[in-house]
């Protein structure tokens, strides 16, 4: 055999050597330092949506699969649980769950007062969030109700379902939305709230003040003026501190409200 | 004494003057990506610190006791690697075993070190330049101190950054990257301080 051979032959073979030692030295310590999970704790991991957004206070999925079998957790905590999966994980956990409380939910941002509709004080164009401005009362629309318009909800949104429009208000798009609720959750001015994902009418105002007040800063916002509540065939409104709350299950989305708002606040949403 | 002359002078070099990110520009993709927060970069710091030592203490003794009596000196890139690789596995078991909530927040990462450039070049340094077993450990330690401290250093300049408006062609890696740079300047600046 010439030398060149024998110098392959000889340096595999040394190879082969450390890494058979190596592997047997890696499957001796896998099978010591085994850890013995409950197989369900890996199933319920894998049902659940994965997105570890945190939304349901422990540290992530695996976390929370973790807890759903020990009893500490329910699985209303996961807000983005569709149907059938939460159905899948109450049969491996051996439990009956309410499916309405796992219809999917997307963001909706409550105000339309954007750079038209607003009245505007002042711009001030180097703040970087809505928390920093509302604690520092840098407040570029008169209304104090109103969506600060820095777009904390954008920054924060694991899915990058929220955007902010050139006229400064953020908009949700509905298809990568999960209605996980960080967003509600880091809002300074609570404008926005999670909703169904289904054809219903609402109030896009949070203003809590009355006629005049509210003219005199917003073109959209909501005046109080109860025409809504006495036009209601289904008598489905009611006026709760200075604002219209529309009682879903009477809604026949007649659509009544809509048209006679005068400043347009009540609107027609998730029409798709 | 004049050991101790050597250990503080390895020390000091592979922590500043010969430090493995900025002068050696090794390990810079955990360096730009594991360092969004300082519990991230303190953690791969320490994860990186043990798995390097360990590696290249085990690896000096592969070379010297196997590699070297067997005349198969070419084989050292290879078999450290090698070695690497099942070092970090081996950690991982570890760590899902005795403490798994570190296991859970290291995430992808800790698979990753095993492709970490710094650790490979640890090892392979300390056979390039003959140190003994004492004062290739001390090189490992203070490479991986060097990292450590390179992780911290951006990582304490990410977290001022989110407070800044930068513009935007630069918002993003561009501003990470020109950071680093500026920093790597400074350091090149440590280049006196040990022979």
Request: charged share 15%; glycine share 6%.
């Amino acid at each position: 055999m010439s030398p060149f051979i024998v110098t392959v032959l000889w340096s595999s073979a040394v190879l082969l050597i450390i890494g058979i030692v190596f592997g047997i030295m890696l499957g001796y310590f896998s099978k010591v330092l085994a850890v013995h999970e409950d197989p369900r704790i890996v199933k319920i991991a894998e049902l659940l949506p994965g997105a570890n957004c945190g939304a349901c206070s422990f540290t992530g999925c695996a976390n929370l699969a973790e807890n759903l079998v020990a009893g500490k957790a329910s699985i209303e905590k996961c807000k983005q649980l569709e149907n059938g999966s939460a159905k899948e994980i109450s049969k491996i956990l051996g439990i009956e769950i309410d499916p309405s409380n796992f219809t999917k939910k997307v963001a909706v941002i409550r105000c339309q007062g954007d750079f038209d509709n607003a009245t505007q004080q002042v711009y001030v164009k180097d703040v970087s969030s809505c928390k920093l401005a509302v604690t520092l009362k840098i407040f570029n629309k008169a209304c104090l109700y109103s969506c600060v318009g820095y777009g904390d909800c954008a920054d924060i949104c694991p899915y990058d379902a929220i955007t902010l429009d050139k006229k400064g208000l953020p908009i949700v798009n509905h298809s990568l939305c999960t209605g996980c609720g960080l967003c509600v959750d880091i809002c300074p001015r609570n404008v926005i709230v999670l909703a169904p994902q289904e054809k219903q009418v609402m109030a896009l105002c949070v203003n809590k003040n009355k006629g005049k007040e509210v003219k005199d800063v917003c073109k959209v916002g909501c005046i109080t003026c109860m025409l809504c509540v006495k036009k209601c065939p289904k008598n489905a409104i009611r006026m709760e501190n200075n604002l219209p709350v529309i009682d879903r299950n009477s809604c026949d989305l007649c659509g009544i409200c809509v048209e006679v708002c005068p400043m347009k606040t009540i609107r027609l949403i998730n029409e798709k | 004494m004049e050991f101790l002359q050597q250990t503080f002078t390895v020390l000091i070099n592979s922590i500043f003057a010969q430090n493995f990110v900025f002068i050696r520009f090794l390990a810079l993709c955990s360096f730009v990506g594991m360092t969004t927060s300082m519990d991230n970069s303190i953690g791969m710091g320490g994860a990186v610190t043990f798995v390097t030592v360990m590696a290249s203490v085990i690896s000096y003794a592969l070379y010297y006791f196997i590699l070297v009596p067997l005349k198969l000196e070419y084989l050292q890139t290879i078999t450290f690697i090698l070695t690497i690789a099942v070092f970090v596995q081996l950690v991982e078991i570890y760590l899902k075993k005795a403490v798994p909530t570190l296991y859970r927040a290291m995430g992808i990462y800790l698979p990753l070190i095993a492709t970490n450039c710094m650790i490979l070049a640890v090892t392979l340094l300390n056979i390039t330049e003959q140190y003994s077993l004492m004062i290739a450990i001390v090189f490992s330690v203070g490479a991986s101190i060097g990292y450590t401290l390179a992780l911290i250093l951006l990582a304490g300049i990410r977290i001022k950054m989110k407070y800044i408006t930068i513009p935007k062609f630069l918002q993003g890696y561009p501003i990470i990257f020109i950071t680093a740079s500026f920093i790597a300047i400074a350091f090149l600046g440590l280049q006196g301080i040990a022979r």
